[in-house]
Nanobody
Framework: QVQLVESGGGSVQAGGSLRLSCAAS????????MAWFRQAPGKEREGVAS???????NYAGSVQGRFTISQDNAKNTLSLQMNSLKTEDTAIYYC????????????????????WGQGTQVTVSS
């Protein structure tokens, strides 16, 4: 079992920056991939960025170049640096994890992930 707790959400004006963090605990080891998903009102939950323990990353096209995912394996923390925020980035952001041995590119598919945090609200105003 893996427990995930997000922090760092808030409100910001368009063009601003926010940094989200996710603390992982439980049965974490070197074979978990982690990711950030988001869900806006009335929309499906979508993948934002993912990272494998060995370092490979994967980004949604809508955030490529603006968001950066990173992890601190020693502290079991995941981060998402969000720059140049847009109003359409407004959503609840969720940290997620799943067991992914091997060298595959980390997925951005919701159904791949079976551990989820409670979410943190990000609101970007114009």
């Amino acid at each position: 079992q893996v427990q995930l707790v997000e922090s760092g959400g808030g409100s910001v004006q368009a063009g601003g920056s926010l940094r989200l963090s996710c603390a992982a605990s439980g049965s974490t080891d070197s074979r978990y991939c982690m990711a950030w998903f988001r869900q806006a009102p009335g929309k499906e939950r979508e993948g934002v960025a993912s990272i494998a323990k060995y370092g490979a990353t994967n980004y949604a096209g809508s955030v490529q170049g603006r968001f950066t995912i990173s992890q601190d394996n020693a502290k079991n923390t995941l981060s998402l640096q969000m720059n140049s925020l847009k109003t359409e980035d407004t959503a609840i952001y969720y940290c997620a994890a799943h067991f992914c041995p091997g060298w595959a590119r980390p997925a951005l598919v919701r159904t791949e992930y079976n551990y989820w945090g409670q979410g943190t609200q990000v609101t970007v105003s114009s």
